[in-house]
T-cell receptor, first 110, second 120 residues
Framework: LAKTTQPISMDSYEGQEVNITCSHNNIATNDYITWYQQFPSQGPRFIIQ???TKVTNEVASLFIPADRKSSTLSLPRVSLSDTAVYYCLVGDVSARQLTFGSGTQLTVLP | GAVVSQHPSRVICKSGTSVKIECRSLDFQATTMFWYRQFPKQSLMLMAT?????????EQGVEKDKFLINHASLTLSTLTVTSAHPEDSSFYIC????????????????FGAGSRLTVL
């Protein structure tokens, strides 16, 4: 199982772009990278998923370099409501046996 | 989109009693569901994998006789905390695989809203 490492916390200001990087040095060939967001006392919520290169949806972008040993979640123009814990998970297509790392507490300041 | 409903959201019980938490996939079938436990300011810890029609698979250190899991249908898994004690107080979260939500071809975990258990 690929282990992930993220910064414990990050601070940003409203309107800024935030990039959160996750390291997964032992990612397997058939592993995908998925990011989740969690607010206090709620279950995590899916943000974005990718395998390689760049993926973009309506809320975020995910950058994955060619060696796939890391990935960067990019949140454009964050707002106070983006304050949450962000987790990156690495696992195969079945999404079984996913292990949560420590996550990154993002705090958006006014 | 895929929805997983978890009930109850909050429960308070006396020490020694049992508590059942339900997890339902509302608009898709889930042959596999996962149960997590989360303490304040900590990450989610996988407790067990619930398999429809068969026994659950428990993670190391999780007492299967204390945390009973039943996955009787493709849309319902239940977690029963038996003879609960104050140290069992925690936030319990379930999830289910959704086959298409990821967009990149891999399954995505859809999570319930969680159940806050407080044992007095």
């Amino acid at each position: 199982l690929a282990k992930t490492t993220q910064p414990i916390s990050m601070d940003s200001y409203e309107g800024q772009e935030v990039n959160i990087t996750c390291s997964h040095n032992n990612i397997a060939t058939n592993d995908y990278i998925t990011w989740y967001q969690q607010f206090p006392s709620q279950g995590p919520r899916f943000i974005i998923q990718g395998y390689k290169t760049k993926v973009t949806n309506e809320v975020a972008s995910l950058f994955i370099p060619a060696d796939r040993k890391s990935s960067t979640l990019s949140l454009p123009r964050v707002s106070l409501s983006d304050t949450a814990v962000y987790y990156c998970l690495v696992g195969d297509v079945s999404a079984r046996q996913l292990t949560f790392g420590s996550g990154t507490q993002l705090t958006v300041l006014p | 989109g895929a929805v997983v409903s978890q009930h109850p959201s909050r429960v308070i019980c006396k020490s020694g009693t049992s508590v059942k938490i339900e997890c339902r996939s509302l608009d898709f079938q889930a042959t596999t569901m996962f149960w997590y436990r989360q303490f304040p300011k900590q990450s989610l810890m996988l407790m067990a994998t619930s398999n429809e029609g068969s026994k659950a698979t428990y993670e190391q250190g999780v007492e299967k006789d204390k945390f009973l899991i039943n996955h009787a249908s493709l849309t319902l898994s239940t977690l029963t905390v038996t003879s609960a004690h104050p140290e069992d107080s925690s936030f319990y979260i379930c999830s289910a695989n959704h086959p298409t939500l990821g967009g990149s071809g891999a399954n995505v975990l859809t999570f319930g809203a969680g159940s806050r258990l407080t044992v007095l």
